[in-house]
């Protein structure tokens, strides 16, 4: 993704977030389209909540591939907890 290729580029969450934003379209725009317009809106700018509202409202992207790294990540846990023992 291109935060992981220029991590230089966008060093603050608010930066993430406006330049994710930037590719949403349909439905999602009209999601998001109130905090762009309307100043009254607040929006703290944290990347981790506009992920999890992403994927609330629209589910993972890749179902899969989460599933995936999901496993993974429990496979690496437990094989590091085993081998501390």
């Known amino acids: 993704m291109a935060f992981d290729s220029r991590p230089r580029k966008f060093t603050t969450d608010q930066q993430r977030v406006s330049f994710a934003a930037s590719y949403l379209s349909d439905i999602a725009m009209l999601w998001w389209q109130p905090t762009l317009v309307d100043s009254r809106t607040v929006y703290s700018g944290d990347w981790g909540e506009f992920v999890d509202q992403l994927n609330v409202y629209f589910g993972q992207p890749d179902l899969a591939q989460a599933s995936e ?17």
Do not use: K, L
């Open 69 to 85: 790294r999901a496993y993974t990540h429990s496979r690496c846990t437990t094989t590091s907890m085993s081998t501390s023992t």
